[in-house]
């Protein structure tokens, strides 16, 4: 069975400081890991993705995250934030090599920008 | 655009009552999921399909029933609603093959039972 675990429920950060946002998985096979934002009184929408290949991947907005399958982490980064970035962000996993696979969430961190 | 729909977005019931939420996609995704959201608690998957005629129970399958007779729908049915059934519930979808955890989110229906 999968977990995912975020270590932090509430990361305030200042405007412009660099934030990161841990998380940690849990499985007994390889896995795809996702991270979504949940911006306020929305559904949540796809912010990055490692399926393959390069262990960093980057979305549009500037954020980024690291893969390391020793660690079993998924780690978010970015070096400045924006008010803007103020949402929920969730850690999720799913199985590799199946057509078929329900996705885990965790259960979630709160970034709150502070001007 | 295809996109994910979800109905009512808001509901207010009264415990005992029976409840159906709809959920319709026009991805012609055949993986549809339904979770809900509490405070503390992330999402939390409820149940699944993987096509039609498929459902599979989640973590949290007490009290809700699914049914998927078509590609586009999943409707989750509370049988009998209770006050712990009082969140927010997200539908989602997605493709098969790596693409499978790529969801696509509707935009949520709040559910309180009183």
């Known amino acids: 069975a999968q977990s995912v675990t975020q270590l932090d429920s509430q990361v305030p950060v200042f405007e412009e400081a660099p934030v990161e946002l841990r998380c940690n998985y849990s499985?007994?096979?390889?896995?795809?890991l996702f991270w979504y934002v949940q911006y306020p009184n929305q559904g949540l929408q796809l912010l990055l993705k490692?399926?393959?290949?390069?262990?960093l991947v980057e979305s549009i907005n500037g954020f980024e995250a690291e893969f390391n399958k020793s660690q079993t982490s998924f780690h978010l980064r970015k070096p400045s934030v924006h008010i803007s970035d103020t949402a929920e962000y969730f850690c999720?996993?799913?199985?590799?090599?199946?057509?078929?696979?329900?996705?885990?969430f965790g259960s979630g961190t709160r970034l709150s920008i502070r001007p | 655009d295809a996109e994910i729909t979800q109905s009512p977005r808001h509901k207010i019931t009264e415990t005992g009552r029976q409840v159906t939420l709809a959920c319709h996609q026009t991805?012609?995704?055949?993986?549809m999921f339904w979770y809900r959201q509490d405070l503390g608690h992330g999402l939390r998957l409820i149940h699944y399909?993987?096509?039609?005629?498929?459902?599979n129970k989640g973590e949290v399958s007490d009290g809700y029933s699914v049914s998927r007779s078509n590609t586009e729908d999943l409707p989750l049915t509370l049988e009998s609603a209770a006050s712990s059934q009082t969140s927010v519930y997200f539908c989602?979808?997605?493709?098969?093959?790596?693409?499978?955890?790529?969801?696509?989110f509707g935009e949520g229906s709040r559910l309180t039972v009183l």
């Open positions: 999720a996993v799913s199985e590799r090599d199946s057509s078929a696979s329900k996705i885990i």
């Open positions: 991805w012609n995704h055949n993986n």
């Open positions: 499985s007994s096979v390889s896995v795809y």
């Open positions: 989602a979808s997605s493709s098969g093959g790596p693409r499978a955890g790529e969801l696509f």
């Open positions: 490692y399926l393959s290949g390069s262990t």
């Open positions: 399909s993987y096509g039609v005629q498929d459902t």
